[in-house]
């Protein structure tokens, strides 16, 4: 069975790495590996992605209307906290950096480890667990000003501490 991509590709290259990654998150990934930051799968609009989902397991279809114009990357555990430090440390602490990092901003970015049990592919091995994954959902129009905060990054940018308005989260 052959895969095909939901979204139009651009291959993306960087040393003895390359893969056909979403168009509109190609950008992203090639920056990443550039900085070294390692990343696993990603999806520029996962609700669109997913969306034949729902004929086949109805449940599936709040998830897929709540992921419409989002876009995700899944990394590698330390490489997704590398990636988080390097879009924070790289702008301000304005109403992107908000979203990026509180839980209860408007259009918040979701982070998540997963917990995967290595027994999912072999039946009869024991349940082993292991934190192998870290997924970062981020709002579509993030996109751009993720890459020029890695832009940032890679040149050597780091922009001083300075205070948040917190003020769309209550705080």
Not at 39 to 67: F, I, K
Not at 136 to 161: K, S, T
Request: with cysteine; net charge negative; aromatic share 10%.
């Amino acid at each position: 069975m052959t895969y095909e991509n939901t979204h139009p590709v651009r291959r993306v290259t960087v040393g003895s790495m390359f893969a056909d990654i979403d168009e509109e998150l190609a950008p992203v990934v090639e920056r990443c590996w550039q900085a070294g930051i390692r990343t696993l799968t990603c999806c520029q609009d996962a609700g669109e992605s997913n969306a034949s989902w729902v004929e086949m397991l109805p449940h599936m279809s709040a998830y897929v209307d709540a992921r419409k114009g989002w876009g995700f990357i899944d990394f590698p555990i330390d490489d997704g906290l590398h990636f988080l430090d390097a879009v924070a440390n790289a702008g301000p602490r304005d109403a992107f950096y908000v979203r990026m990092v509180h839980w209860a901003a408007p259009d918040a970015w979701e982070r998540r480890a997963s917990a995967m049990d290595r027994a999912m592919r072999n039946e009869k091995q024991t349940s082993d667990f292991n934190l192998n994954m870290l997924q970062v959902c981020f709002p579509g129009y993030d996109v751009a000003e993720i890459v020029r905060r890695l832009d940032g990054h890679l040149a050597g940018r780091v922009v001083p501490p300075a205070p948040a308005d917190w003020s769309t989260v209550g705080r």
